[in-house]
């Protein structure tokens, strides 16, 4: 199949099919194509089971779609990778490492010197805002707190396409939004292609280019692409905001 | 942080309980030997235990050891059997948890031998091994390596698989996240393992010195029967009971140290 090395990611008619329990079949995915331009946010919106998370673990290479397949650089993803950051809704720290025992794991396993992945390391725990808390160990941490670790070890290992799952889904909701308005500024100091899964609408407007949104209910479909032409930062009591907060709550079954 | 210690007081009556247990437990034992209702000749009472026990520490004879002897001796023994059970148990079950070749290479090996109670092995211990210690050792070391492949083997099978994927996610090989993310994750069932081991070698340790030995804790529980003397059958157990808390407690305190560094 072609496929354009303008795109970073080019997912094409990706469906997936789950055998569970060797009998029962679930459909998750139908016919999903989308692309993603480099430095580019793009939202995948969608209510629980649509799906959405499915999607981010097939371009991650944790899953292999059923049918259709996944380009990233014009290269078919054909399984995990360190050119694709991760970062998990539950966090998934390292109990017994400390915060930059967690944030230099990627260089240390792709093998970089001590002294340049502690100063990687350094760098991006600055950047998410934990300085001085190094040492700590994650049980030591907030909800918040650990999703900054978690942001800063994707970072760390310097990929070109960061992956985010419902990053703040654990959240309360004023953390949750505070880490919103620091993943839009990080994310503008050090612009990466990133994909961002999320249930919230507001969520998408704040921090995307793009909203893809998808159809609830298995198996998730393409329901709507939207743009957000939106200047940064952004606010979510602007008109325009809010005109298109309505557009996609409308066009969806979601509700807020 | 703004959480501040506060000391709770545990009821009087709580606290009371368990030595008024234990005074009431030695109370009726021995009121019960003292008033003939079990006689003397089936069961020795806590003060003549208490006399023996004090003599067997100067006195040899007639079971050819001081206390401090057959004790070291058994200590000796069970944490030999201990030690080489830990060495061996551990690295295979957390190789079975992780590489499906070693699951497959040892797993059916390991079922068919785990049934067979470890005292079974003490006729072919002794004629491979004569009754020293070595022979001990080895039967120490069967019934102390099973709970620790089953827990390493377990506790690495536990490790959270999104931990795994994240790992593979960031270009971890399989060695990396075996020794990286598994080993830690089971560490506490690794420790788990080692109470559990320990316990089971202590057991064992007296069945194995019931039959074949010539010094030893269980060994003195023998001539206690064979030289028809119950206060010597009962010091015997209660210092297999004793030191058997004594070890537990050590170990306890290891772990605890070892591990405060993966608090969850």
């Given at each position: 199949m072609e496929t354009s090395q303008e795109y970073k990611i080019d997912c094409q008619h990706i469906?997936?099919?789950?055998?569970?329990?060797?009998?029962?079949?679930?459909?998750?995915?139908?016919?999903?194509?989308?692309?993603?331009?480099?430095?580019?946010?793009?939202?995948?919106?969608?209510?629980?089971?649509?799906?959405?998370?499915?999607?981010?673990?097939?371009?991650a290479g944790l899953e292999t779609p059923s049918e259709g397949n996944v380009y990233l650089d014009g290269k078919e993803v054909s399984g995990p990778g360190a050119d694709r950051g991760l970062v998990f809704q539950s966090y998934m720290l390292f109990p017994w490492k400390t915060v930059l025992g967690n944030v230099e794991l990627g260089p240390?396993?792709?093998?970089?010197?001590?002294?340049e992945r502690r100063e990687v390391a350094q760098h991006y725990i600055d950047l998410v805002g934990l300085k001085g808390f190094e040492n700590h160990y994650p049980h030591q941490l907030s909800g918040g707190m650990k999703q900054r670790?978690?942001?800063?070890?994707?970072?760390?290992?310097?990929?070109?396409?960061?992956l985010l799952d419902e990053p703040f889904g654990?959240?309360?909701?004023?953390?949750?939004?505070?880490?919103?308005?620091?993943?839009?500024?990080?994310?503008?100091?050090?612009?990466?292609?990133?994909?961002?899964?999320?249930?919230?609408?507001e969520e998408a407007i704040f921090l995307g280019d793009r909203i893809l949104s998808l159809q609830g209910k298995l198996p998730g479909r393409m329901h709507a692409m939207y743009e957000v032409h939106l200047p940064r930062p952004r606010e979510?009591?602007?008109?325009?905001?809010?005109e298109l907060r309505q557009k996609i709550t409308d066009a969806s079954e979601l509700t807020l | 942080m703004a959480y501040e210690t506060v000391k709770v007081d545990t009821p009087l009556v709580l606290r009371i309980l368990p030595v008024a247990s234990v005074v009431a437990f030695f109370g009726i034992w021995q009121g019960v030997v003292d008033f003939g209702i079990v006689p003397n000749t089936m069961l020795a009472s806590p003060t003549q235990v208490a006399v023996l026990f004090w003599e067997k520490l100067f006195v040899a004879?007639?079971?050819?050891?001081?206390?401090?002897?057959?004790?070291?001796?058994?200590?000796?023994?069970?944490?030999?059997?201990?030690f080489l059970s830990l060495l061996v148990g551990i690295p295979l079950g957390l190789m079975m948890g992780w590489f499906n070749v070693?699951?497959?290479?040892?797993?059916?090996?390991?079922?068919?031998?785990?049934?067979?109670?470890?005292?079974?092995?003490?006729?072919?211990?002794?004629?491979?091994?004569?009754?020293g210690i070595p022979g001990k050792v080895f039967i120490i070391w069967l019934s102390g390596i099973v709970p620790c492949v089953i827990n390493s083997y377990v506790g690495v099978r536990m490790t959270s698989p999104t931990l795994i994927q994240m790992a593979r996610t960031y270009g971890a090989t399989d060695w990396e996240i075996f020794k990286k993310i598994c080993i830690p994750s089971a560490l506490p069932m690794v420790f788990g393992a080692m109470t559990i081991s320990q316990a089971y070698c202590w057991t064992t340790l007296v069945g194995a010195e019931y039959l074949a030995a010539d010094q030893g804790l269980g060994y003195l529980i023998t001539m206690g029967r064979r030289l028809a003397s119950p206060p010597m059958v009962v010091l015997g157990m209660i210092c297999v009971g004793l030191t058997g808390v004594a070890i537990g407690i050590v170990i306890e305190r290891l772990e605890k140290k070892l591990l405060a560094g993966i608090r969850r």
């Open positions: 469906s997936k099919t789950f055998v569970q329990k060797g009998t029962q079949r679930v459909h998750v995915l139908e016919d999903i194509s989308v692309n993603v331009k480099n430095n580019e946010f793009l939202v995948i919106l969608g209510p629980g089971q649509s799906g959405k998370s499915t999607l981010l673990r097939i371009i240390k396993l792709r093998g970089i010197s001590k002294n670790v978690g942001i800063a070890r994707a970072y760390s290992n310097n990929p070109e396409l960061m654990q959240l309360d909701a004023q953390t949750r939004y505070f880490m919103e308005k620091e993943t839009a500024r990080i994310w503008e100091t050090e612009k990466r292609t990133v994909l961002f899964v999320t249930n919230n609408i979510h009591t602007e008109m325009k905001f809010l | 004879d007639p079971d050819g050891a001081v206390l401090s002897v057959h004790a070291w001796v058994s200590i000796q023994e069970a944490f030999t059997g201990f070693a699951e497959g290479l040892a797993r059916p090996i390991f079922e068919l031998i785990r049934p067979i109670p470890p005292v079974a092995w003490i006729p072919l211990t002794i004629f491979w091994f004569g009754i």
